[in-house]
């Protein structure tokens, strides 16, 4: 066997209960993250196409400065923003961080969806009698759930992804754990290949999770 396949086994054999630890404290971030997200993007969605110009502009605001700077950024600036306001583990504060940036770009996703439902089903709906939140609850926002989601799959992976950037904060999930075996065997092409293959697993149980649950609801019709 090549040394290289040799070392990489004993790499992982030696730290593979850390990481799946490490893999689970993943996976709580970007579930959390995720939830955050998801709530922010609806509300930022909804105050993007009200007719309110204030609400728009506070809309626009957030999404334009959470896109236009980079998430290691806004993880630290939220970081110590949060905790010099309350005691927070670096934790809860990386998951905060990650579902506030990632509540910009589904913002964008279910407005896309929303905006692109045919007007004259609303104005149908309204012909019939029902307001604009009962429009918006019974008719529009269904069908835009389900046109989003393949795109919030995406922005979920993304997601999962991104919370390797939490490790600035001390947080020692997959990649956190990562950085300081490397420091402490020195084998770092090893180490990192480890932790590139757990990262590959969680993407693809992701993946067909979110393709069954696609072909479950049909989306493609």
Not at 34 to 50: N, P, Q
Not at 59 to 68: D, E
Not at 148 to 165: R, V
């Amino acid at each position: 066997m090549p040394e290289i396949f040799k070392t990489f086994y004993d790499v992982f054999i030696q730290t593979y209960k850390g990481f799946l630890e490490a893999g689970l404290l993943t996976i709580e971030i970007t579930a959390i993250a995720v939830v955050i997200g998801t709530v922010l993007g609806i509300i930022f969605a909804l105050m993007k196409i009200s007719n309110s110009k204030i609400l728009q502009t506070i809309a626009n605001l957030y999404i334009t400065l959470i896109r236009g700077t980079p998430l290691i950024v806004q993880i630290m600036f939220l970081y110590f923003g949060i905790t010099s306001i309350i005691v927070l583990e670096n934790f809860w504060a990386g998951a905060i961080a990650l579902g506030v940036h990632n509540g910009a770009y589904i913002a964008e996703i279910f407005r896309g969806s929303i905006q692109g439902i045919d007007r004259g089903q609303r104005e149908a709906s309204l012909a019939l009698g029902m307001n604009r939140s009962q429009t918006m609850r019974r008719i529009v926002f269904p069908q835009a759930l389900r046109r989003a989601i393949p795109p919030l799959g995406n922005q979920f992976i993304i997601t999962l992804k991104d919370s390797s950037l939490v490790y600035v904060i001390g947080v020692s999930e997959l990649f956190g754990l990562a950085n300081r075996v490397a420091a402490s065997n020195f084998k770092q092409f090893e180490t990192f290949l480890v932790v590139g293959l757990y990262y590959l697993i969680l993407v693809l149980i992701f993946t067909a999770l979110l393709k069954w649950y696609e072909n479950k609801l049909d989306v493609d019709k």
